[in-house]
């Protein structure tokens, strides 16, 4: 699943430290533009800056269809037991 969702992001570009807090506005300009920028200190990743934006309703509907697939590959969880938090509770005190 997030295999697939990183496959349609830009590689990320790596920063120091140091140069993220000089260059803070025309590293939130790129990043605004939908590039992606890991922040390191002493050559170690320690954070990442994503755009804010919302994620494309595609990638929405594959995650809530693999959820669905887990769930109906649960063994011994009745079909109408399958959507509700509860059904799943009482299929893991079970099992």
Do not use: C, N, W
Not at 15 to 34: C, Y
Not at 52 to 61: D, E, H
């Amino acid at each position: 699943m997030a295999a697939s969702i990183r496959k349609t992001l830009r590689p990320a570009a790596s920063v120091g430290a140091f140069h993220a807090k000089s260059h803070l506005s025309q590293l939130l300009e790129r990043v605004s533009q939908g590039e992606e920028s890991i922040i390191a200190k002493h050559h170690r990743p320690v954070a990442r800056l994503v755009p804010a934006g919302r994620p494309a309703r595609a990638q929405v509907t594959s995650i809530f269809q693999q959820i669905d697939a887990l769930r109906q590959s649960l063994p011994g969880v009745k079909s109408r037991d399958k959507t509700s938090l509860k059904g799943l509770i009482e299929h893991g005190r079970r099992s």
